[in-house]
Structure formats: structure tokens, C-alpha cells
């Protein structure tokens, strides 16, 4: 009996170190868990953005392409309206499609942001399928659709933790912006280079 009583200090000593050990790597596993859960959360989440970001984007192209005609500021390659309904109605059904992913996964600010850019693009279409509205209703739209892109990517990234600073493009876009006003003079000349058609086709795309 006295020879356990010796030992005991050392036996609890044992079992400490015993139960430490199972602490400390159930506690490192349960971080592990974490970690890779958020990061596995997260690259979703930048699959459901990406694709959100892809279907708004084929809904603007559609609709400036269904608009173009009777809209000279616009560089889209033109349609006829039957065309362009239909590519427009295309690209809605997947716009919708992305929406309830972007829903299922999306945080709460980025899902209010993403719902201001649909509805901000929602003008547009309406303007495109509306053959009583013309260039000055795209223009006042136009500034709200760049706005609330930037609205999009800012609460996005910051739901991602992403860092670099802002990465706003409403400013650059605007209609004050001095190359834009530029580019658009030039559109409105006679004459127009095949440069000049190269480059309004870029800032189109850039939109």
C-alpha cells in the first residue's frame, strides 16, 4: 500500500500528461474541422459569386444588344428584336438559376448587394424591350447599374476576407469620366476608324 501511495504522484503525473494529449489533439482537430470547413464554404461561395456576376453580365450584353439600334451610345453587336427577346429571356432563366445559389450560400450583405444589381440591371431590360424609351433613360440607368456592380464586389470581397483595397469602376465608367466622353463624341461622328469601333467594343465589354 505504501509503495502505491509512492507511485501515485507519479501515476496522476502519467494520466495528465495522458488526458492533456487527448485534449490538446481533440482541440487541434476540431480547429482542423473548422479551418477546412470555412475554406470549403468559402470556395463555394466564390463559385456562386462568379456565376452571379456571369449571368447579370449575359443579361446586360443581352440587353444592350437587343438595344443598340435605337440607342447609338451602345457598342453592342445589334439584333433583330425577336433575337434579342429571345437571348434576353435566356439569359434571365439563368440569372435565376444563380440567384438561388447565390441565396443558398451567399452572406446576408452580399445577397442584398447581389439583389440591387439585379435590380438595377431590371431597368435596363426594360428600357431594351421598350421601344418608347431611348439613349437618355439608358444613361440615367446606367450610372445605377456600375454603382451597384461595385456594391456587389465590395460586399463580396469583404465576405471573403479578400484584401488589396477597393476595386470600385462606377467612377471610371461614368459619363463625366473624361475618355468615356471622348469615345462617345467619337461614336457620334460620321466617321468612325476601325480603332475606334476596336475600342468602343473594349469598353463595352468592360462594363
Given at each position: 500500500?505504501?509503495?502505491?501511495?509512492?507511485?501515485?504522484?507519479?501515476?496522476?503525473?502519467?494520466?495528465?500528461?495522458?488526458?492533456?494529449?487527448?485534449?490538446?489533439?481533440?482541440?487541434?482537430?476540431?480547429?482542423?474541422?473548422?479551418?477546412?470547413?470555412?475554406?470549403?464554404?468559402?470556395?463555394?461561395?466564390?463559385?456562386?459569386?462568379?456565376e452571379y456576376a456571369r449571368a447579370i453580365k449575359d443579361v446586360y450584353t443581352a440587353a444592350s444588344r437587343?438595344?443598340?439600334?435605337?440607342?447609338?451610345?451602345?457598342?453592342?453587336?445589334?439584333?433583330?428584336?425577336?433575337?434579342?427577346?429571345?437571348?434576353?429571356?435566356?439569359?434571365?432563366?439563368?440569372?435565376?438559376?444563380?440567384?438561388?445559389?447565390?441565396?443558398?450560400?451567399?452572406?446576408?450583405?452580399?445577397?442584398?448587394?447581389?439583389?440591387?444589381?439585379?435590380?438595377?440591371?431590371?431597368?435596363?431590360?426594360?428600357?431594351?424591350?421598350?421601344?418608347?424609351?431611348?439613349?437618355?433613360?439608358?444613361?440615367?440607368?446606367?450610372?445605377?447599374?456600375?454603382?451597384?456592380?461595385?456594391?456587389?464586389?465590395?460586399?463580396?470581397?469583404?465576405?471573403?476576407?479578400?484584401?488589396?483595397?477597393?476595386?470600385?469602376?462606377?467612377?471610371?465608367?461614368?459619363?463625366?469620366?473624361?475618355?468615356?466622353?471622348?469615345?462617345?463624341?467619337?461614336?457620334?461622328?460620321?466617321?468612325?476608324?476601325?480603332?475606334?469601333?476596336?475600342?468602343?467594343?473594349?469598353?463595352?465589354?468592360?462594363?
Amino acid at each position: 500500500m505504501s509503495k502505491l501511495l509512492e507511485q501515485a504522484p507519479a501515476l496522476v503525473g502519467v494520466l495528465l500528461g495522458v488526458l492533456a494529449t487527448i485534449a490538446g489533439t481533440s482541440i487541434n482537430d476540431r480547429f482542423r474541422w473548422k479551418h477546412d470547413r470555412s475554406v470549403r464554404w468559402d470556395e463555394r461561395r466564390v463559385e456562386a459569386y462568379t456565376e452571379y456576376a456571369r449571368a447579370i453580365k449575359d443579361v446586360y450584353t443581352a440587353a444592350s444588344r437587343l438595344a443598340t439600334e435605337r440607342i447609338p451610345v451602345l457598342s453592342a453587336a445589334p439584333v433583330d428584336r425577336e433575337s434579342g427577346v429571345r437571348l434576353l429571356d435566356e439569359a434571365r432563366a439563368q440569372r435565376t438559376k444563380a440567384w438561388e445559389t447565390m441565396l443558398l450560400l451567399g452572406d446576408a450583405a452580399t445577397v442584398r448587394a447581389a439583389r440591387d444589381w439585379r435590380e438595377a440591371i431590371w431597368q435596363l431590360e426594360r428600357i431594351a424591350m421598350d421601344p418608347s424609351l431611348g439613349s437618355s433613360e439608358w444613361a440615367q440607368s446606367i450610372g445605377a447599374v456600375d454603382r451597384a456592380r461595385d456594391s456587389f464586389y465590395t460586399a463580396a470581397r469583404g465576405g471573403l476576407t479578400v484584401t488589396g483595397g477597393s476595386v470600385a469602376q462606377a467612377s471610371w465608367l461614368s459619363s463625366d469620366a473624361p475618355w468615356l466622353s471622348s469615345k462617345r463624341r467619337h461614336a457620334s461622328s460620321p466617321a468612325k476608324s476601325a480603332d475606334d469601333m476596336g475600342d468602343k467594343r473594349r469598353s463595352s465589354s468592360e462594363r
